[in-house]
C-alpha cells in the first residue's frame, strides 16, 4: 500500500520523521512516498495546488496525507475523504478542495474515533498523533466507515475565477509560481481553446506584453520572456533559462489578460 | 528492516545518494527512511535534537544511521548502540546522547572490524565507507558483538540544564529552533507540572513578556506572541501565523524564565 | 527493482511527486530512491557530477533516471543508455557523460516508441509523460531494443581538463562545491600521484596558498584553510567548521595551481 506525505513541515525538524515512524510502526510494508515538505508554512492554497497536481497520477488505492493545517488544535475537523481513485487523509480546511474538483463521488469522514488516534494526541501535531496513524490503519484494512460520522459539508475552496470582459478579454491571474520562477496561470488551455491557436494572441502580466505563444522554451532565446501551455494544461509565464517571476517580479494573484487583437493593447 | 538517515549532508550533492546506494546494494530489501539531510553543518547538537523526536516512533529493531561527523577522519571512535528499541550507527561524538538519555540498558560497539565496512575508507566520508556498510550487514543478519570492542565510555552531553532561582522563576533556555520559527524551550511540561495550570504563568524570552499559556495557536490572533505546550512536552514560544525567531530574533540559548505572580516583571 | 531520480525540480511543486506517481502505477513494487532533487536550474554539468558519485554504488541492475532537461520538447532526443552496471533514462543532453566515461561498453537508444510513453505527452514534462514511464516499463521486464532505434552519437562531454605547464605545475579548477562549501577539484589523486606524499605540495586557488596536504579535517584549526583528498579521490580545497566558498569567494571553474618547490609562489 502507497501512502504520500505532503507538509509544510521543512526538513530540518523531527515532525516527518515522526510521521514516518508512526505510520510504520502501524503499517510496516507501507511505501512511502514523499510528495513535498517544502509547502510553504501554513499555506492550505499552495499545498491544494501541489497536491492536485500529483494525486492523480498514483495508482488507484493509494492513500494521501496532507498535513498543512495552521488550525491545528482548534475546532476545524481532521477527515478523510474517499474517492473511486484514492483516499485522502486531512484538516477540514480546504486542502483538498482542488482533488475532489473532479472527483465524482465522494465520501467524507470526520476522524472522531480516538481507536484509530495515538493513545496521546498532543494540540499541535495531530499529523503525528491522528493524521498519520489514521493512514497507516486504513492501509492495513480499518473499515473507512469506522474512521466517524459522515462530514456532509467539508470545507471547499473554488480554484480562482477567470472571467472575460466585453471586449472578449480573458481575465486570470498567476495561480502558483514554481521553483523556475514560471507563472502558472489558472487560465486552461481548454478555456481559451479556439485562441491558443491564434498567432495573434496578446497576454498580459505584471506590465509586460507578450505577443504569441511559444510550444516549448528551447523557441525562444536565452533571458526572453514567452508564454506556452504548460504541463498541466494553463497558460505559464516563463523566461528560458531563467526566472520570470524575478524578472517581472510577480506574485500569485497578479491579474493575466489574454485577447486576441491585430493592436496590441500594452504600453 | 527499516534503516533510517540523518545527516548534515544536504540534497545538492551525491552524498546521501551514495550512502543509499551502498545500503541498498548490501541489504536490497531495506527501506529507507529519510529523516533529515538538513541538519546545520556538524551541528551535533541538532542531529541529536532531530533523531530523538523521530526515533521514538519507529518500529523496534529499526536501525538508525546518523552522520553529522566533523572529527570525521580523527581520533573520535565510530559506534553503534543498542537499546532495546533500536540500533543506532553514528560517530562517537555524542550525536545519540538524546535518544540513550532514557532507553535504559544500551550496549556500546566499536566499529573497529574493518569486514563490515567497504574495501576502501576514505579519510572524509565514513558515511559511506563505514557507518553505511556496518547499518546494512546488521540489517542482513550480522552478530552486533562482531561490529568491533565494548565501549564503556561513548561521548555523551546531557540536555541544556532548567534551574530554578530563589525566588522560585524557572530558568531555561531556546533549545530548539524549528522550521515555522517556534522557539522549542528545555521546560518540559512534567517539571513544571503544577505551574501550567495556573493562568498567572508568566514568561519572559528575548526582552519580551508573555502573561499566561495557549493550548494552540488558533486561541490567539495573527501575529500574535504566545506560548504553550508543543508536541514534545515541552514550552514553546510562537507567533500565530508567523516566525517568533524573526520577532524576537531569538537564537538558540537565549535565556527563558518562567514564574507565577501577580504582577509581571516585564518592561 | 530499484528506479533513482535526479532532478532539478526543487521541494515545491508536484513534479516529483508526479513522476513518482507514474513509475508507481506501472511498476507497483519499485524501490524509488532519491538522488537529488536540488541540483541548479538547467545545470547539466552540475546534474552529471552528481550522478557519478553516487550511481556506481548502486546495485547491478539500478535505473536511474536524470531530467535537468533545458531543451525539453526542442529537437533534442531522449535516450536511455545501458552498462554492464545499470540503465540510465535521461534527455540526450551529456547528463550521462560522467557515468559514461568508464563504464566500457554501453548501448544508447532513442525513446522513439511511444508504446513506452504516456498517452499524452506535453512539450514541457518529458520527466513524468517519457522518462518515468520508460523507467517504470524498464523495471517491469521491457525490452531495451525496443525503445527506439540505436543511437551513435549520445551527447557526451569530457570533465574539464588538467593541464601541466612547463614548469612542472599541474592547472585544474574547482570542479563542484557541495552542500559544506568545500571546493572539489578536477586534480585527481592518481594523477598527482607521486606529488600526493610530498610534503612541500603547494596549491593556489583564489589567490590563496596552501602549503601540504591534510588527511582529515581535524587536522587543521577551526577555521583554517585546507586542502586533502576526498571522497571522491580528488583534491578539496576546504575550511575546517566552515566554507572555503565563502571564506574566498570562490565559484566553479576558478584555476587551481599544485606545484611542487621549496619556495612558495604565493603573494
Redesign the interface.
Known amino acids: 500500500m502507497?501512502i504520500?506525505l505532503?507538509t509544510?513541515?521543512?526538513?530540518?525538524?523531527?515532525?516527518?520523521?515522526?510521521?514516518?515512524?508512526?505510520i510504520?510502526?502501524i503499517a510496516?510494508h507501507t511505501?512511502?512516498?514523499?510528495?513535498?515538505?517544502?509547502?510553504?508554512?501554513?499555506d492550505v492554497r499552495?499545498a491544494a495546488?501541489?497536491?492536485?497536481?500529483?494525486?492523480?497520477?498514483?495508482?488507484t488505492g493509494?492513500i494521501h496525507v496532507v498535513v498543512v493545517d495552521?488550525?491545528?488544535?482548534?475546532s476545524?475537523r481532521a477527515i478523510a475523504a474517499r474517492t473511486p481513485q484514492a483516499t485522502f487523509v486531512a484538516p477540514d480546511n480546504g486542502v483538498l478542495s482542488l482533488c475532489m474538483h473532479e472527483s465524482g463521488q465522494v465520501e467524507y469522514r470526520q476522524l472522531s474515533n480516538s481507536r484509530y488516534h495515538l493513545p496521546q494526541v498532543?494540540?499541535?501535531?495531530h499529523g503525528?498523533?491522528i493524521f498519520a496513524p489514521v493512514a497507516a490503519r486504513l492501509a492495513v484494512g480499518a473499515d473507512f466507515k469506522d474512521l466517524g460520522p459522515l462530514v456532509t459539508d467539508p470545507v471547499l475552496f473554488s480554484p480562482p475565477p477567470v472571467t472575460r470582459d466585453s471586449l472578449g478579454c480573458w481575465i486570470g491571474q498567476v495561480w502558483?509560481i514554481?521553483?523556475?520562477g514560471n507563472l502558472v496561470t489558472n487560465l486552461k488551455s481548454e478555456i481559451l481553446n479556439f485562441e491558443f491557436q491564434i498567432p495573434t494572441l496578446h497576454i498580459k502580466v505584471a506590465g509586460r506584453h507578450i505577443a504569441g505563444l511559444a510550444?516549448?522554451?528551447?523557441?525562444r532565446e536565452p533571458g526572453e520572456l514567452l508564454a506556452?501551455?504548460?504541463?498541466s494544461g494553463c497558460l505559464?509565464i516563463a523566461v528560458r533559462?531563467g526566472s520570470a517571476a524575478r524578472l517581472l517580479d510577480a506574485h500569485t494573484g497578479d491579474k493575466v489578460l489574454v485577447w486576441i487583437s491585430d493592436e496590441s493593447k500594452s504600453g
Do not use: N, W
Not at 509544510?8 to 508512526?22: E, L, N, P, S, W
Not at 510550444?215 to 523557441?219: K, M, P, S, Y
Open positions: 502507497i504520500t505532503t509544510d513541515f521543512g526538513q530540518t525538524d523531527a515532525y516527518v520523521g515522526a510521521m514516518k515512524g508512526v510504520l510502526s510496516p511505501q512511502l512516498v514523499d510528495i513535498s515538505h517544502e509547502i510553504a508554512p501554513g499552495h495546488y501541489v497536491l492536485a497536481g500529483a494525486a492523480p497520477f498514483f495508482p493509494t495552521p488550525g491545528v488544535g482548534s476545524r498532543s494540540c499541535t501535531f503525528r498523533d502558483h514554481d521553483h523556475f510550444r516549448t522554451f528551447a523557441e506556452l501551455v504548460g504541463s505559464e533559462d
